[in-house]
Nanobody, 114 residues
Framework: QVQLVESGGGLVQPGGSLRLSCAAS????????MGWYRQAPGKQRELVAS???????NYADSVKGRFTISRDNAKNTMNLQMNSLKPEDTAVYYC????????WGQGTQVTVSS
């Protein structure tokens, strides 16, 4: 069974950048479409970006042009490069399959504030 661990969050000023990482255990990572999700306080969890098995990507309108999702199937990792961060990007970020298939992990907190 695949397990996922998120890392790379932190506190950053508006306009700054962060790179999130998702490390997968198990040997089936490459067969799944994957996604980055986020949940802000008082809001529902939302899909931010997704990447298919072959590398095709999709983004929420709110992050298009600022975030880039990537994956390395050989290393069982997925990343989210976040640039031009805005206060409204503040949330806990999670990785999971797309659609979600396993229990949510701890996530990684991203706080955008001056």
């Amino acid at each position: 069974q695949v397990q996922l661990v998120e890392s790379g969050g932190g506190l950053v000023q508006p306009g700054g950048s962060l790179r999130l990482s998702c490390a997968a255990s198990g040997n089936s990572f490459n067969i799944f479409g994957m996604g980055w999700y986020r949940q802000a306080p008082g809001k529902q969890r939302e899909l931010v970006a997704s990447i298919g098995r072959g590398g095709n990507t999709n983004y929420a309108d709110s992050v298009k042009g600022r975030f880039t999702i990537s994956r390395d199937n050989a290393k069982n990792t997925m990343n989210l490069q976040m640039n031009s961060l805005k206060p409204e990007d503040t949330a806990v970020y999670y990785c999971n399959m797309q659609p979600p298939l396993i229990r949510w992990g701890q996530g990684t907190q991203v706080t955008v504030s001056s």
